[in-house]
């Protein structure tokens, strides 16, 4: 039987070896083919804890820090660790309710997964904290974990320095390959963003191995995966605190913006752009409700006019057109106008302040008075010259002079999103005027005074300061002067900034003759008024007509005289004669730069400035309508004493978005305090024309808040 | 025809492949044991000599296993063929008193505390008793292994342990009791039983994986096609074509009636939600009617599949050359259940990865194939049933238990042979082992 049967056993074995060759099979597809496995077990056992390093703090010149950081903490959660928690307690110190409770769970869980730890209240009060801390015990898979947060003791510089924020999924995407998870923070905007790798530091990264309760079992692999966190470096920038803190109290209750930077150096000395915001309020928990306020103002506070607000330069452009025109030997110093008032050449007359004989004698007079018969001519000789046989090619010649002094490109500051203005295109004017053969220089005439479709950043006026300064260069206006532990890829970017930047052969004649020309608008000139204590400036002023409101007030100037060490330039919105608002403004940052205190009248009248208010009307009717009137400047005025000037300001009663402020003002009559604001200067009959109907003569007190642009 | 000397000697004659594979064997499954337990805060030799961890127990167990070993190579192979029919009875018996001594673990109630804290389940005893009982059964001269009832009685043999298994909620255990198939299918069992068990066991899948209706449309095609090609021969025979229409209804009744069957009454919840699971669908326990009562207390527990897919996590994450001794993040973390017993497989799949896993099986195969050769060159009918039941029950463990690991078989709790922590598991296969050895130095006897 045994016999009969004994093929049976081969069977069997075959039999055997099928299952076992099925079993193979599998491993093969298990072990060999799929190496989503690993990643399982990874994401199972390996627990990884991304150790944040401080970022780096960023210094002005005489090492204040600008912005810090301070610890904050977060409490965070592992929702698959959350079991048992005793919600209810925990509702309570949170103040939430158990929907939101829930809401957040689930927002955790989009964002970081089960296993993952995420963020469930970020910045913690530290009162908040202490009562967690304690109750800790009750909450399991929650815990608190520290995180260091930008403060800024000065309250200052908010443009330039910039702000840090959560990274997005935009964000996550453009930077892909930089190792940025959900949940990071990095620079947004200003420095912030420009240095986002110097500041960062590395990020470290601990491995530990976790079992399946979720417990730390200790390091993996004895932390030979570990790396450790390597601190951000420390910027060390060229702005002044105290100037920078000054311009920007200077632009309070006004739009605008100014720039103070090292002609030596090209190192920006203070960047202020009004309104602005307390960068404080931008960090830690505050953020979420104030990013939004800021986002939806009408004013944009967060947007850097120095850099990227486009503005006619108007006059002040006055000397760059004499610059060229001295180059190509179109004129002489000595060249005179005889200016009538306007001027008359091309057809339409255009008007000039003065019209007495001679306040066009020479280039040096025609200056000091800001004639714009003088420069217009003066733009005309240039784009017909003869040289160039026909006005297109004069205009691009022109054109190519004014790239070389920073107009109409960028500058290469080292901020993010520069703007480069405009000095217009040929195609732009193409357009307008057919083609190249009606090319005529009177068709855009008034490009020779700062006009037409030029426009320039603040930047970019204060800029041309430093060249005249310089008699011909300057230094690419920049922030940061050293890093620390400088690394060959510093000193590449920072080289840039330490390379003069020559334009073109202008000879130092030239620069001498503007700089006498702009000495004498500080001496008789339009600027005669305003004096900077123990020192010869020189200055030009602008009143830039635009197409939103009033006349832009701009004034550009530099000092010493002699061997100068700092340009200025201010733009203040809609606010009328450069002489009268950016003017004073601009003194007053040249007096702090470089007395490195104000006298006592200048501190007065800094004061004074900081109180005025040139918001033009449509932005206050913009925060009326949207009940914001605690945005408001609190001008409290005597009626006494109240001058036309302040009524420019004042709101029509007609207007029936207004009746309510207007109800507001009288029914606070009673606590109306007798301060008084003095004006810096009476310009009564130039702004009367602007005024509405003047509000009822009685004291009053327009309900806005003193802290006006920095929400 | 037999030599004295053999009889006197246990090392001549034993067959030392057997014993070295198997010295492999346990010494790899304390290996796989110590990974699992391992612990790098506790110092290994105050852990060893306290024989606190389940690898220092284990390795006492083995110790106590090798003297088991020795005593059996030195007994006469007649004790065997002697006490086959006691031993069965005492096992059955043994079984039973379960049900009335038994020590409740893991929810089934198939131990016997013994003394010393050590316990012991009757049901794996009695794989050996069996095994001895169908040998002594087939090997008697007036054994005719080709008629129908000496093949009923062998079933009946063999299912009477099995059924008490599952009366002790022990399925892994009563499946086992099929291993002796081989074994009556090497002595004469007519395939067409194998093959009637196997188009079952396809119908049940086909069952869980189809829809009911395209399975029934897709069994009377295949009825019809089978009539209508052959429809000249049914001419003749008549009967062909009832016996094809009748394999078709009964078909048809297993697909609408007996599965649900099985599945809502014969297994419990928990069981039939495992099968469903490796399929992918989810069971339904409210349709359940054997586990009532268990079905309330559901909540809170880790998901059924959740065995199978941190075994397969830990396997797979083993990749080809593993991740190292000691190394594995699953077993290090206590990701796998049951780890050291039920799936001891995976530490080892996860350290040693693909080649490991492959050598493994390759000495696996290599041990049962010895195993049928010594069966093969046995003269006594009783050594080599015997040699085939082992055989048999070597097999199924570890063809289920590696399957299950690695998310081809339902999770039945069985233990890979001699790798898994457990005394009473090691004994019953050291035992199983060492007696066939014995028979084995004894081959040119005839054993009745």
């Known amino acids: 039987m045994a016999l009969y049967n004994s093929n049976r056993g081969g069977i069997i074995q075959i039999i055997i070896g099928f299952v ?692 | 025809m037999s030599t004295v000397s053999n009889q006197n000697s246990f090392s001549k004659g034993t067959d030392l492949a057997v014993i070295i594979l198997y010295f492999a064997m346990v010494t790899i499954g304390i290996m796989c044991i110590f990974m699992v337990e391992f612990n790098p805060t506790n110092s290994l030799s105050s852990s060893l000599v306290a024989g606190k961890n389940s690898y220092s127990k284990q390795i006492y167990f083995a110790l106590f296993c090798g003297i088991v070993g020795v005593f059996i190579l030195l007994m006469d192979s007649k004790f065997f063929t002697a006490l086959a029919n006691i031993s069965y009875v005492v096992g059955i018996l043994l079984m039973i008193a379960t049900f009335f001594l038994g020590k409740n673990v893991n929810g089934s109630k198939s131990w016997i505390p013994i003394a010393g804290g050590f316990n012991l389940q009757p049901a794996e005893l009695c794989k050996i008793f069996t095994a001895l009982f169908l040998a002594k059964y087939i090997s008697k001269p007036e054994t005719d292994f080709t008629k129908l009832k000496s093949h009923l009685l062998a079933a009946g043999m063999i299912a009477l342990p099995a059924l008490l298994s599952i009366m002790q909620h022990e399925m892994g255990l009563a499946l086992v009791y099929s291993a002796f198939l081989f074994a009556m299918y090497r002595e004469g069992l007519p395939p067409i039983i194998l093959i009637v068990a196997l188009s079952f066991a396809i119908l049940v899948i086909a069952t869980l994986l189809l829809d009911p209706i395209i399975l029934a449309i897709i069994l009377t095609t295949i009825a019809a096609i089978f009539i209508s090609s052959m429809l000249k021969k049914f001419k003749k025979n008549k009967n062909a074509i009832l016996v094809v229409l009748s394999i078709w209804a009964i078909s048809f009744g297993t697909i609408r009636y007996a599965v649900p069957y099985i599945f809502n009454n014969v297994f419990e919840c928990y069981q039939s939600t495992r099968i469903y699971s490796m399929i992918g669908k989810e069971y339904d326990c409210s349709q359940n009617n054997k586990s009532v009562s268990v079905s309330g207390k559901k909540n809170g527990k880790k998901p059924d599949d959740y065995n199978v897919k941190q075994s397969k996590i830990a396997i797979g994450s083993g990749g080809f050359l593993g991740r190292g001794f000691l190394k594995g993040t699953q077993t290090r973390g206590k990701y796998v259940p049951e780890q050291n017993t039920d799936f001891i497989f995976t530490s080892l799949g996860e350290a040693f990865g693909f080649v490991g896993t492959a050598t493994f099986m390759g000495l696996y195969l290599f041990f049962l194939f010895r195993i049928i050769r010594i069966a093969e060159r046995q003269r006594s009918t009783f050594s080599r049933v015997y040699a085939y039941s082992v055989v048999g029950i070597f097999f199924f463990h570890i063809a289920v238990n590696i399957s299950m690991t690695i998310g081809l078989f339902p999770v039945v709790g069985i233990p890979l042979p001699l790798i898994s922590y457990g005394g009473s598991s090691l004994l019953t296969f050291t035992v199983l082992i060492f007696i066939l050895l014995r028979l084995d130095a004894d081959r040119q006897m005839v054993l009745r």
Not at chain 1, 54 to 83: F, M, Q, W
Not at chain 1, 232 to 258: C, F, P
Not at chain 1, 601 to 625: G, H, N
């Open chain 1, 20 to 711: 076992f060759v099925i079993i193979i099979g599998q491993l093969i597809s298990l072990q060999i083919f799929s190496n989503k496995y690993k990643l399982a077990a990874d994401n199972n056992a390996i627990f990884r804890k991304i150790i944040y390093p401080d970022r780096g703090i960023i210094y002005d010149r005489r090492k204040h820090a600008l912005l810090e950081n301070t610890i904050s903490y977060d409490l965070v959660v592992i929702p698959n660790e959350a079991k048992g928690v005793d919600t209810a307690a925990l509702c309570n110190i949170l103040n939430i309710n158990s929907e939101e409770y829930n809401k957040r769970m689930i927002d955790v869980i989009i964002k970081n997964s089960r296993v993952k730890t995420g963020i469930f209240e970020p910045f913690l009060s530290p009162e908040l904290y202490a009562q967690l801390n304690e109750n800790l015990y009750r909450f399991p898979g929650f815990s608190l974990t520290e995180r260091s947060i930008r403060s800024y003791p000065y309250n200052t510089a908010e443009h330039v320095l910039g702000y840090v924020a959560e990274v997005d999924v935009n964000f996550l995407n453009k930077h892909d390959e930089e190792g940025y998870e959900m949940g990071d923070y990095a620079g947004m905007t200003g420095l912030e963003k420009q240095y986002e790798n110097v500041l960062m530091g590395q990020r470290g990264v601990k491995r530990f191995l976790r079992d399946n309760k979720g417990k730390i079992q200790g390091s993996f692999e004895k932390g030979q995966f570990d790396t450790l966190a390597v601190a951000g470096r420390n910027l060390y920038t060229s702005v002044d605190v105290e100037v920078q803190q000054l311009a920007e109290k200077l632009l309070q209750h006004k739009i605008g913006s100014a720039v103070v930077i090292n002609s030596k150096t090209g190192g920006v000395i203070a960047m202020a752009s009004s309104p602005g915001y307390n960068p404080n309020l931008l960090t830690g928990n505050q953020r979420r409700k104030t990013i939004g306020i800021l986002l939806t103002d009408t004013a944009r506070p967060i947007y850097n006019r120095a850099i990227k607000g486009q503005y006619p330069p108007g006059s002040t452009f006055k000397p760059m057109g004499a610059i060229i025109a001295l180059d190509e030997g179109l004129i002489e110093p000595s060249y005179g106008y005889n200016c009538r008032g306007a001027y008359f050449a091309c057809g339409d007359p255009r008007k000039c302040t003065h019209n007495n004989a001679g306040h066009a004698a020479n280039l040096q007079i025609a200056l000091a008075n800001s004639c714009n018969s003088y420069f217009l001519q003066v733009f005309r000789m240039a784009v017909d010259n003869p040289k160039y046989h026909n006005a297109k090619k004069g205009y691009l010649k022109w054109k190519e002079y004014m790239n070389s002094f920073g107009f109409g490109r960028k500058l290469g500051i080292d901020l993010p999103s520069e703007n480069k203005a405009n000095i217009p295109d040929t195609a732009a004017y193409n357009k307008d005027f057919g083609n190249a053969k009606y090319w005529n220089s009177c068709y855009m005439l008034t490009l020779g005074i700062g006009q037409d479709r030029m426009t320039a950043t603040p930047l970019q006026l204060a800029n041309t300061m430093a060249l005249i300064a310089n008699e011909g260069f300057y230094y690419t206006p920049h922030f940061v002067d050293s890093i620390e532990d400088e690394e060959l890829d510093d000193k590449e970017i920072l080289s840039k900034f330490r390379k003069k930047q020559e334009v073109t052969k202008i000879s130092g004649d030239i620069f001498k003759v503007i700089k006498e020309g702009m000495h004498d608008v500080t001496v008789y000139g339009t600027a005669a008024g305003i004096k900077v204590p123990g020192h010869e400036y020189c200055a030009k002023t602008g009143t830039a007509q635009n197409p939103h409101g009033k006349n832009h007030s701009i004034f550009v100037c530099f000092a010493p005289k002699d061997n100068p060490r700092v340009a200025v330039a201010v733009v203040v919105e809609n606010a009328g004669y450069g002489a009268t608002w950016a003017g004073p403004i601009s003194s007053l940052l040249m007096e702090k730069y470089l007395n490195d205190t104000l006298t006592v009248e200048s501190k007065r009248k800094s004061d004074e400035l900081a109180t005025v208010d040139l918001m033009p009307q449509s932005i206050k009717d913009w925060y009326i309508k949207n009940n914001k009137t605690d945005f408001l400047a609190p001008i409290e005025y005597n009626n006494d004493e109240l001058s036309d000037i302040w009524d420019m300001e004042m709101v029509s009663e007609n207007n029936p978005m207004t009746k309510k402020l207007v109800d507001t003002i009288q029914k606070t009559t009673d606590t109306n305090s007798k301060k008084t604001n003095p004006l810096p200067i009476p310009i009564k009959s130039k702004l009367n024309r602007d005024t509405g109907a003047l509000l009822n003569n009685k004291k009053k007190k327009i309900p806005i808040n003193k802290n006006v642009n920095r929400i």
